[in-house]
């Protein structure tokens, strides 16, 4: 019996986290104010920092290693010990890293080697992905908003370039342009080497994404699989998701749909000066079979 792969992609998402140091203090992720099409300004720059968002953008571009099924909740890696995975089955991979670009509602190939797992029920899932994010976005605001290269206007995007954000008040400081008219974005990739811009964290959690029961956990590694002791320690990103609905496989199960949702997966908010930024936010997958 052949055994087929769709790869479809939504607003949805699996794993990534937006860099800003109070972001998941409540576990949970703060949606855009969004009224036919246009951005609520005042949600993500009012008083000179604080304020963030997370939505959908044009393109989100990740470089993905290993993805795992689970039938019980893996270990979380420590300083000592990478993720325990005695539960888990990989079922793809890519020793070289494939780049995947998701946007809303279209199908991409997924390069790498597939296998199928075992027949049980899987309760979780894990993706090693690297730290970089790339994000295109164009967007109109409801009030003039401040981008980083010192202009100002209803319409922004993001701007061509590579920065990092860090610990150490490490953040982007020229991810975003904004005018008068409509713009079209760059591509602005972010390196993540903390999930706090002020001291060191190498792990957070976001649960309800999206408004459903999935709930996931990120841990920034180094090259040992270990959990990270500083930001030059980081090499990737190791995330887990527990499923809003389990994934079964029987002898009947001959197709496995893998879908993204990056509806939250960008982040925007203020860098302190009133200036717009660019981000990584939450990515979430969601299986089922036939």
């Known amino acids: 019996m052949k055994f087929k792969v ?26 855009c104010t969004i009224t036919n099409g246009v951005f609520s300004a005042a949600q993500v720059i ?37 993720m325990g995975l005695d539960n888990c089955f990989k079922n793809w991979e890519s020793t070289s890293g494939t780049t995947l670009a998701l946007q809303q509602n279209q199908t991409i190939d997924m390069p790498g080697t597939m296998s199928r797992p ?22 109109q605001f409801d009030g003039a908003v401040g981008g980083q290269d ?51 964290d190498a792990d957070v959690t976001a649960d309800n994404l999206n408004g459903t029961s999935a709930s996931i956990a990120g841990y920034l590694i180094d090259t040992d ?25 029987t002898d009947a199960t001959t197709t496995l749909t893998m879908s993204f949702n990056v509806g939250e997966g960008m982040s925007l908010y203020d860098d302190g000066s009133d200036q717009l930024t660019f981000g990584s936010g939450p990515f979430q997958a969601i299986l089922s079979t036939d």
């Not at 206007?153 to 954000?165: I, P, Q």
């Not at 699989?225 to 079964?248: E, M, Q, W």
């Open 150 to 200: 010192g202009t100002s206007g209803v319409f922004c995007a993001s701007v061509a370039g590579s920065e990092t954000m860090g610990s150490g008040g490490n953040i982007p400081s020229a991810s975003s342009t904004c005018g008068s008219s409509a713009i079209t974005p760059g591509k602005f990739v972010e390196t993540l080497t903390s999930f706090n811009s002020g001291a060191f």
């Open 118 to 139: 075992p027949n049980g029920t899987y309760t979780h899932g894990v993706m090693l992905i690297d730290n970089t994010f790339g994000i295109t976005m164009a967007m």
């Open 46 to 82: 009012g008083d000179g920092g604080g304020e963030y968002c997370a939505s959908a953008p044009e393109s989100y571009e990740i470089v993905a290693y290993e993805m795992y099924l689970c039938t019980a909740a893996p270990t979380a890696p420590t300083t000592s010990s990478s």
């Open 225 to 249: 699989g270990n959990i990270a002791v500083n930001d030059a320690d980081v090499d990737k990103l190791i995330g887990t998701l527990v499923f809003a609905s389990s994934v079964n496989f």
């Open 6 to 31: 769709i790869i479809k992609i939504y607003t949805f998402l699996f794993l990534i986290f937006a860099p800003v140091s109070s972001l998941f203090a409540d576990s949970h992720v703060d949606s």
